[in-house]
């Protein structure tokens, strides 16, 4: 269960309104790499973690944290959108583009929020749940975690440096500072799944003997970038080979006849070799030179 507190985590508090830095903000609540993803992430990944004990605990500690940072970042806009001109709003329901040009609020903040955050990024897209990876392996999902992080306190720096106001500013600092943090977590929370003996460096730990051993260390040099095989992957006792001249392995990627039904363009000069038609095909033109020999 969840109990709420009234207090925030952390004040939110600007010392202005201003609905241009509102919308930009939304950025951090509703976006990709926001808040409502990396709080869902968590919460799905505890919710479906199998192992009680320390992992999960701190998956839900850190989710129960992040729905907090969504109901700051709500309040931010909020509290930013505050005494936004009444002439705003009326134009925004007429017309987003002048909504724009006088100031540059976000009209579904208006018309839809009444002056409020909404689930949403910084350009009105809805916060989509395909965002969140949560796949029941502990290596995968913190490894995605550490990205996530990085990636919320990338937008969150660059937000941090389009504002002059000291109030979003606190709250963006200590922002910074809880993503810094969750980082290092879960950096170290890999480490850890690897010396209790739970995961390799390879997620996941398995199918190493049945997959193809001729491909599992090499880089394919498919670009003309001259300096890839420099780098530190390459040397050591481990290191990757560098295939410097790859050539394809398969045959033509040709598509098979289409249903005539889908009315795909299609032109019958030959059907596709690997094709169950073109199988039988270049079985009977087999067949047939081997009869006239």
């Known amino acids: 269960m969840f109990r709420h507190t009234k207090s925030l985590q952390f004040e939110a508090k600007p010392e202005k309104p201003d609905a241009l830095y509102a919308r930009k903000l939304q950025e951090l609540i509703g976006g ?64 987003p583009a002048t909504a724009a040009i006088l100031g540059g609020m976000d009209p579904q903040q208006a018309i839809i929020s009444g002056g409020g955050a909404t689930p949403s990024d910084s350009q009105g897209y809805p916060w989509n749940g395909r965002y969140v990876v949560a796949s029941g392996n502990l290596l995968a999902d913190f490894r995605a975690n550490a990205a996530a992080e990085a990636q919320g ?86 290191g990757i080979e560098y295939l410097m001249e790859p050539e394809p392995l398969g045959g033509p990627g040709t598509a098979p006849k289409p249903d005539p039904a889908l009315y795909g363009t299609y032109a019958p000069l030959q059907d596709a070799v690997g094709t169950v038609k073109g199988k039988v095909k270049d079985a009977k033109k087999k067949a047939t030179k081997s009869s006239k020999s």
Request: hydrophobic share 40%.
């Open 153 to 238: 306190r990338l937008q969150t720096a660059r937000l941090y440096n389009m504002t002059d106001d000291p109030g979003v500013k606190a709250m963006l600092q200590f922002n910074l500072a809880r993503d810094t943090v969750h980082q290092k977590q879960w950096l170290a929370a890999i480490e850890e799944l690897k010396a209790d003996g739970l995961e390799s460096d390879i997620a996941p730990t398995a199918l190493f003997d049945e997959e193809n051993q001729e491909h599992n260390n090499t880089i394919w040099h498919l670009s003309d970038g001259p300096d890839g095989s420099k780098g530190g992957w390459s040397f050591g006792e481990d």
């Open 32 to 95: 990709a790499y926001g808040e409502m993803t990396v709080t869902m992430q968590y919460l799905f990944q505890g919710w479906n973690c199998r192992i009680e004990g320390k992992y999960k605990d701190l998956i839900m500690d850190t989710a129960t944290e992040e729905i907090g940072h969504v109901e700051m970042l709500a309040t931010m806009v909020a509290r930013l959108l505050e005494g936004a001109p009444a002439t705003m709003v009326a134009e925004a329901a007429k017309d």
